[in-house]
């Protein structure tokens, strides 16, 4: 029988190289190091000395069975691998443990690299240089650090570090960048995170924070140990100052988040994980009414996104959101508001995008005592433009108001996701969107449809979820010189709906004539809190989309 070859030991440093992939990978190597953390699918270990130099001294070591205690000295034998979690995700180094074996350290436990503000790039190659030298390895954020994000269910958080000299809100986030709209933040994520703590928008870390630096879901973030002290703020419930009124109507945009009354068949649907909820008992109705009658103050008109059929992700033929529609209304009237009637236009079975199953679409609720739909206005724009293809077509409808008999012609968008963007860290197009174009034509289009509307005399407002900032490409098509958006409008520190990983947005906007701007008929406020709070959409009834609300009046 031959023996088998012996295994050399190599220097962490040695496994990394200077780049993101190992000239070591498919080796079977010896390692020694320090172990500084976990995650739920290894352990991190760290060499002692940790030379200045562009390769890091840590590394993750892939073990599903049992994990050694933090700061015992480990020796690891196993197979170098880089691994993706995608093709087009930059890979980690990582050593897939045969054996190992753990002895206490004698000495004390390694001194982490402490993330501060004034030493991060914001961006770019320098910031992807400077995180991979510190992949694997300790490191922390100070006590004093503010977040940026508010929490979720599995234990992730961004923060500012307390060094930073950023102005934020007044509700103590950060305005995305213009100039680096894909900026990183320091965050962590916490193991245990069926006991993380439910964090806000502008909460303050209490505790030093630690653990290795690691890279997942297109992001770094330190696999943090152990519990976290932070000191909540307290999120209120804005009302509007728009109100209807003899001369005014108003509008309300509100998204869904894939509403629906059903729960979900784990037979019928793509992902069982995924797919299965209980917007009704988790008092998501319940809570978008109170937004409707309490803080918008029922208007006149609501444009929803992100209404899903009767049965929501269930994979079937049907495609009617009569229920749907049905315990908004009734939730709506049990909160003290008018009785609404519905407009949708349903969507072909899977036509137009959004979760498998759900057939999302746009949709109106209208107060009758207040406003009637125009004979004929009522249409589902886009359905025969390719840049619509797989994609929530725009809903047209025009409404007359009863007092004063004027009209406004209201288009309810929805543009195509940025869910398919590449991370910053990307090995190649870093930040690439491959549907930004088609955003684009989408504007194009709709800017088509109201230069005919104002051809024909209308005046019009479109709103709804854009997926797009108002310096983007598709906002300026959309703008023209003819047409201004009404987000502008409002206080820079106040200009966001949207919370993507401590990046404060505008994603909801109000177009209208540039005229009826300049005139100062139209008014727009933005309502914020769902983009602040630390919990999901649904939990405890209080967050029930994960978007600000959207208030617009025009005087008539």
Known sequence: M???????????PEIQGSGTESPLAHERVRVEGIVTGWSRKGFFIQASDTPEGLASAGLFVYQRRGRPRRWHRVTVV???????????????????????????????????????????????PELTEYLNRLEG???????????LAPSNPFGDYVVLPEDSEEELTPHGGLRIDPLEPLRWFPGFRLLDYDRAPVVHVGARLLSDVTGPLNYRSQAFQIAASGPIAVRNPSIGRPVTTLRSG???????TLNGFNLDPQVEDPRYVADPGLDIDDDLGDGRFRALAQAVVEQAQSPDLIALQEIQDDDGAEQTHRVRARRTFRELQRAIGRAGGPRYVEIDRPPEVGADGGQPGGNIRNGFLYDPMRVEPLPGSVRRLGEDAACFEGSRKVLQAGFRHRESGAELWVLNVHFASKRHQLGLFAPENAGHDPRQEVRVEQARFVAARLEQLAAEGHRYYVTGDFNDFEFSQALGVLEGSRNYNLARGVPRSERYDYNHRGRLQVLMHGIVARAESEAGTARYEILHGNELIGIQPGELGEKPTDHGYVIAAFDL
């Open 137 to 147: 390895m300790l490191v922390g954020i100070k006590a004093g650090a503010t977040f």
């Open 2 to 12: 031959r023996p088998d070859r012996p295994v050399p030991t190599i220097a962490i």
């Open 78 to 124: 196993g197979k170098v691998l880089d691994y993706r979690s995608d093709a087009t995700d930059r890979c980690t180094t990582q050593l897939v443990a045969e054996r190992w074996d753990e002895a206490p350290h004698p000495t004390a436990p390694l001194e982490p690299h402490w993330l501060r503000a004034r030493e991060l790039p914001a961006s770019g």
């Open 246 to 252: 003899s001369r005014r109507v108003t509008v309300m």
